[in-house]
């Protein structure tokens, strides 16, 4: 499964409630208006219409950047770290 991380958001608010919209179950939210997004059959620029950064149908529009995590580091949350392992290793990932 591919993690994505979202970030540098105009509009945090709105992007998270299109997230809980979209991805109720596969998100995680760490704080400051970041979010990580995982998703098994879909691309970066599909998600990030589905959170208004596009032209996706219905959805109101805002601006933020989403970009795919291969790898990761930093001082964090333990949770945050397990939640990315264990959703990149679903579905082969």
């Known amino acids: 499964m ?3 991380a979202v970030f540098g958001l105009r509009e945090p608010a709105l992007v ?13 939210e760490a704080g400051n ?3 990580f997004i995982a998703s098994s059959s ?3 620029q599909q998600v ?3 959170l208004g950064f596009g032209d996706a149908s ?3 529009q805002t601006s933020g950047i989403v970009v795919s995590v291969a790898n ?9 770290w397990e ?6 290793a679903e579905n082969g990932g």
């Open 2 to 4: 591919q993690v994505y």
């Open 16 to 28: 998270r409630a299109n997230i809980k919209k979209s991805y109720d179950q596969s998100h995680y």
């Open 33 to 35: 208006g970041v979010f």
């Open 42 to 44: 879909e691309t970066t």
């Open 48 to 50: 990030a219409s589905k």
């Open 58 to 60: 219905g959805v109101q």
């Open 72 to 80: 990761y580091w930093g001082r964090h949350n333990p949770d945050l």
């Open 83 to 88: 939640w990315i392992r264990i959703k990149q």
